[in-house]
């Protein structure tokens, strides 16, 4: 099972932008199809982008498309997720998860993930 740690959320203000890592451990990161879920306050987790092994395919949510990119670093072991005019409504914990078949079997069965790590807190406020 691999190991997971995300990192780089913070305070930002309105169409600010933030980057967040996750690094993996433990597994061969390259056999993984990686994606990025949030969490508000009082809401269910969702799912935001996910990328797949080679790095080739991409998915998004609708609420994000076009503002925030998934990207990976196989050599480094990170996948990264570059959000870009942020909203207060981006404002959730970020976590990240991995599949150890496909990117499309990561969109289709991520809700009963059972394992998920700290996250990192973004907020999004003046």
């Known amino acids: 099972q691999v190991q997971l740690v995300e990192s780089g959320g913070g305070l930002v203000q309105p169409g600010g932008s933030l980057r967040l890592s996750c690094a993996a451990s433990?597994?061969?990161?390259?056999?993984?199809?990686m994606g990025w879920f949030r969490q508000a306050p009082g809401k269910e987790r969702e799912f935001v982008a996910a990328?797949?092994?080679?790095?080739?395919?991409?998915a998004y949510a609708d609420s994000v498309k076009g503002r925030f990119t998934i990207s990976r670093d196989n050599a480094q072991n990170t996948v990264y997720l570059q959000m870009n005019s942020l909203k207060p409504e981006d404002t959730a914990v970020y976590y990240c998860?991995?599949?150890?078949?496909?990117?499309?079997?990561?969109?289709?069965?991520?809700?009963?993930?059972?394992?998920w790590g700290q996250g990192t807190q973004v907020t999004v406020s003046s």
């Open positions: 998860n991995a599949d150890g078949s496909s990117l499309s079997m990561l969109l289709a069965r991520w809700t009963k993930y059972v394992y």
């Open positions: 990328i797949s092994r080679g790095g080739g395919s991409t």
């Open positions: 433990g597994g061969t990161f390259s056999s993984y199809a």
